[in-house]
């Protein structure tokens, strides 16, 4: 069965702290997507994750890809209230034309 | 930038009430999709098209959805005879190519009453 599980699912911090959250998926993969989505919007693609060991930095995010664990993770560095949003990791499985998303991680962070 | 736009952006209808939810994918995109994400929950992938067929749906996908390219810009996604649990925002996206980066409509928040 394909699943993503993302952790935690909510998340509450104070500005100019650091913290990371992980997606897990259950199969072979080599493309996993973060997203963001701010409360009753669309899905803005942050970042697309193409091989093991992939990195990609924008701004306080900073999202890698480990195929062999099947895991990413998206870490924010010195968080502004401007991330408070919901993340969502998605992966393309290997062999399925079709996307399969996390449950997503509400992000709210305190000034 | 080209993007997806979707219409319209909210869709108000009567229980058991067909409904229609309109797509322009991007222009030079030959995949296109529909995902749904009820209220507070995870986006959940419906169905996808390619060559003017479904390459693949889901188990939501059922006898009272269908799809269609009515024209070379427009993807639809007709809902038959709508129920309460069909409420949702449903998002279009499409692809350059099979699994390339999918971009999103701004999604189209259906209301079943």
């Known amino acids: 069965e394909l699943k993503v599980e993302q952790n935690p699912l909510f998340l509450s911090m104070q500005e100019g702290k650091n913290y990371t959250i992980y997606c897990n998926y259950s199969?072979?993969?080599?493309?996993l997507y973060w997203y963001r989505q701010d409360p009753g919007k669309s899905l803005e693609s942050l970042f697309v994750?193409?091989?093991?060991?992939a990195v990609k930095q924008e701004g306080r995010l900073m999202a890698s890809l480990d195929t062999k664990a099947r895991l990413s993770t998206l870490h924010i560095t010195a968080a502004v209230h401007d991330l408070s949003a919901t993340y969502f990791c998605a992966v393309d499985f290997i062999r399925d034309d079709k996307i399969i998303f996390g449950k997503g991680t509400r992000l709210h962070i305190l000034p | 930038e080209p993007e997806v736009t979707q219409t319209p952006s909210h869709q108000v209808t009567q229980m058991g009430q067909e409904v229609i939810l309109r797509c322009v994918p991007i222009s030079n995109h030959l995949y296109f999709y529909w995902y749904r994400q009820i209220l507070g929950q995870k986006v959940e992938f419906l169905v996808s098209f390619y060559n003017n067929e479904i390459s693949e749906k889901s188990e939501i996908f059922d006898d009272q959805f269908s799809v269609e390219r009515p024209d070379g810009s427009n993807f639809t996604l007709k809902i038959r005879s709508t129920k309460l649990e069909d409420s949702a925002m449903y998002f279009c996206?499409?692809?350059?190519?099979?699994?390339?980066?999918?971009?999103f409509g701004d999604g189209t928040r259906l209301s079943i009453l």
């Open positions: 996206a499409s692809s350059v190519g099979a699994r390339q980066p999918q971009h």
């Open positions: 994750l193409l091989s093991n060991g």
């Open positions: 199969t072979t993969s080599d493309r």
